[in-house]
């Protein structure tokens, strides 16, 4: 069974992502910031990383920058989900190593799509 880690510091959306995702039949855990979500990675690594960009101490950017380089989690896919909507924020993340890049308010279809298609990498 494949492990999402949902970072966002709006609880409402860990929530919301997360009955998304179980309801699928897919295990969540969570984490609030961009600090937490790399000692969960640390102690269990994931199969996908889905996060917010603006959060506080550590945000999404570097967050999958540390992902990316770091060799024993780059390969772990990273979906950035966020409100940021221009397409710089969306180049600036692809620059930043994440797999794919969808913007708040998601379609849950699109959303379960798309973390489908990451975890089958």
């Not at 699928?24 to 996060?51: F, M, W, Y």
């Amino acid at each position: 069974m494949s492990m999402v880690l949902i970072v966002d510091d709006s609880q409402t959306l860990r929530q919301m992502l997360s009955d998304l995702l179980q309801e699928n039949g897919i295990t969540v855990d969570l984490a609030i910031n961009g600090t937490e979500a790399k000692t969960k990675i640390q102690q269990n690594q994931p199969d996908l990383v889905i996060t917010d960009l603006v959060m506080p101490e550590m945000n999404g950017y570097e967050l999958c920058r540390w992902i990316k380089n770091s060799p024993s989690t780059q390969s772990i896919p990273v979906l950035i989900c966020s409100t940021k909507s221009e397409e710089f924020d969306r180049y600036w993340g692809m620059k930043q190593g994440a797999d794919a890049y969808i913007t708040k308010p998601f379609h849950p279809v699109e959303m379960l799509k798309t973390v489908k298609q990451l975890l089958r990498r």
